[in-house]
C-alpha cells in the first residue's frame, strides 16, 4: 500500500528544481572569469622557435601563427643553423595560447618586448607575405633572447588580456582616423 506525499516533500523537491535551474542559469551566464575572457580567443596561437650559428655567430627568432609556414623559408642563410629545443630555452611549451602573433607584434613591437638595443639586431621583412616575423642578432645577446622568449611563453593570462586589449583599442583608434 502506498503512503500520501507529504505536502512539505512537495514543496522541498520544487525548490531543489528551482535552485538547480537558477544555478545553471547563473554559470552560464556569469562566465566572466579570465579564462571565459580569453575563451574566445582560443583559436590564436603564436609560434615561436630560436635558431642559433655560433660558426655565424648569430641568433634568430622566428614567430608565425602556424609552423608549418616555417619550412617555406627557403633562405640558404638559416641551412648552418640549429633550433634551440625547448628545454634549452627552459619553457614547457613553444606556443603562445590566445594570441595571435600579428596582436604580439602591434603590442610588443618588433623585437617582442625583448630588452636587446636596437641598433644591434636586424629585423627581417622579406618574408610579410608569408605571415613569419624574424629578427637578428648577435649571439653576444644570446641569454637575454633566451630568457626574453621564456618570460613571452610564460605569459600570465592577465598579461594576455592585457594585450588583447591593447590591440582592440590600437583597431578601434585606427578605425576613428
Known sequence: MLRPICPSFIVYIIFIVI???EHTIYTRDSDETLFGLLSSYKFNNTY????ESPSDNCISVQVTDNPRKWSYIQDRKYT?????????????????KYINHNQLLMARGPLLGIK????????VNKLE??????????MEFREKIL??????????????MEIIEKCINQCLRDQED
Request: charged fraction near 25%; include cysteine; charge should be positive.
Open 19 to 21: 535552485m538547480a535551474m
Open 48 to 51: 615561436v622557435r630560436v635558431l
Open 80 to 96: 648552418n643553423f640549429r633550433e634551440l629545443r625547448r628545454l634549452e630555452i627552459g619553457c614547457d611549451r613553444l606556443c603562445l
Open 116 to 123: 636587446i638595443p636596437s641598433k644591434n639586431a636586424a629585423v
Open 129 to 138: 607575405n608569408l605571415d613569419v616575423h624574424i629578427f637578428e642578432t648577435t
Open 147 to 160: 630568457k626574453g622568449v621564456k618570460n613571452l611563453l610564460n605569459l600570465s593570462p592577465q598579461k594576455k
